[in-house]
């Protein structure tokens, strides 16, 4: 397997870290300072269903710019000087709707999609290596939980320009770890197949040769559902605390709790490759589901912890799955469109289907209605992964691991 020189480890750590924590300290409290300003919980809802639908377009756009020009480290610099442009203008443009109708989708449009594009550009430089990506990609996790937890703290005791003053560090350690570090080896070599195989142009027959694969479609459907599940609990956390006598630092804390979770995971994304996919399948969904039953019941937000942590044990198991199965279904010419796509259908798409009412809901029918809805949603996903597990174990055991197969 292909390992990376040292200073590129560490380089991939600090542009990993850079973004996840100016996620954290930006994104992450975003919600929380317009509602602040006095915003109301149908006003967010729509601004982030704008986020994400800006974010499941970038997601097609930056794709095909990596895969039509070959570059995930221009691309990466441009992401985060427009991130730290738009930042500034959110933040003193509290007080104007119509600006921020237009500035917070530009916001997902550049950096839901930029996170894709630093992943992508990790594996490529590793050649596949989940050993070296884990290690890395576990950081950032850790990291975020440590800046989620802290500036939540401290935002509670002096203010939200912290928000500010801490995202413009990571925002220039990003610019510059991206700055000092290579293009994928394999950028040059490709760039005769894509002509080849799309053309010379990015499109709708790009968009084919990502779906080609029937493994591919199958994670998608997986995602889709779950997502869709999942998707107002995670972005209307801060209402959902709050509905419990939670506050912003207790938002701080979850963050906290949500990237801890991750980490080990994500670190171990070499071994957990050895399980049956249908396994994993079956714990994506389910444990989303335990997760929607405890901030159902839930009645301090102590039980809002808790499905957090079974739902981020999914994440963790989830990242490497998605990684894994767009590397090994799609094409090496479209697999940055093929892991923008991935991430896009999962935490953008059913976003903005969920967010268009998911606001409107909790304001008219309280929090309990939005989660039986979802609850409901994500039985179908439960349902499918299990029908499809047990069949398979039926025919195989062999499938649900090589340690079983070998004790048998």
Same mark, same amino acid.
């Given at each position: ?30 919600? /929380? #300072? &317009? ?12 601004? =982030? ?6 974010? +499941? ?33 959110? #933040? ?30 990790? &594996?490529?430089?590793?050649?596949? %290596? ?17 800046? /989620? ?40 070599? *490709?760039?005769? %197949? ?29 995602? +889709? ?28 804390? *979850? ?14 994304? *070499?071994?957990?490759?050895? #399980? ?63 892991? %923008? =796509?991935?991430?896009?259908?999962? /935490? ?14 909790? *304001? ?30 039926? /025919? ?13």
């Amino acid at each position: 397997m292909k390992t990376i020189k040292r200073r590129h480890w560490i380089g991939f750590a600090v542009i990993e870290i850079s973004y996840w924590c100016f996620h954290a300290s930006f994104i992450g409290f975003l919600m /929380s #300072y &317009l509602l602040s300003k006095g915003i109301t919980n149908t006003m967010v809802s729509i601004f =982030m269903a704008s986020f994400l639908l800006a974010s +499941f377009v970038g997601s097609f756009a930056w794709g095909m710019v990596c895969d039509r020009f070959h570059t995930n480290r221009k691309v990466s610099i441009a992401c985060f000087l427009l991130a730290g442009v738009l930042m500034y203008l959110i #933040y003193f443009s509290y007080d104007s709707i119509p600006m921020l109708a237009v500035l917070y989708p530009l916001l997902g449009f550049v950096c839901l999609p930029h996170a894709t594009n630093i992943d992508s550009w990790l &594996l490529l430089i590793c050649e596949n %290596n989940f050993s070296v990506y884990g290690k890395i990609r576990c950081l950032p996790s850790l990291f975020y939980a440590i800046t /989620s937890v802290v500036l939540g703290r401290m935002i509670s005791e002096f203010g939200y320009s912290l928000m500010l003053s801490v995202g413009t560090v990571f925002l220039i350690m990003g610019i510059t770890a991206a700055a000092l570090l290579p293009e994928g080896r394999g950028a040059v070599s *490709d760039k005769e %197949n894509a002509k080849t195989e799309a053309g010379g142009k990015f499109g709708l027959r790009s968009l084919n040769q990502v779906f080609a694969s029937g493994e591919y479609r199958y994670l998608i459907v997986i995602l +889709f559902l779950v997502g869709l599940a999942i998707a107002p609990v995670n972005n209307l956390k801060m209402p959902l605390l709050k509905n419990v006598g939670g506050n912003v630092s207790d938002l701080g804390i *979850d963050a906290f709790i949500c990237a801890v979770v991750q980490v080990p995971f994500i670190a171990l994304a *070499d071994r957990i490759e050895r #399980y049956s996919l249908r396994l994993r399948y079956m714990l994506l969904a389910g444990l989303p589901f335990l997760n929607l039953i405890l901030v159902f019941y839930a009645a301090s937000p102590g039980a809002i912890f808790a499905g957090s942590f079974l739902y981020n044990m999914g994440v963790g198991i989830l990242l490497p799955t998605m990684r894994s199965v767009t590397e090994k279904s799609v094409s090496p010419v479209f697999r940055n469109l093929g892991h %923008n =796509m991935a991430d896009a259908i999962y /935490s953008s798409f059913t976003g903005i289907i969920s967010l268009l009412y998911s606001g409107l809901v909790m *304001d008219l029918y309280g929090v309990k209605s939005l989660l039986m809805i979802c609850i409901l949603i994500v039985l179908i996903p439960v349902l499918l992964t299990c029908k499809g597990a047990v069949t398979r174990l039926l /025919s195989d055991p062999c499938r649900w691991g090589r340690k079983r197969c070998r004790r048998m």
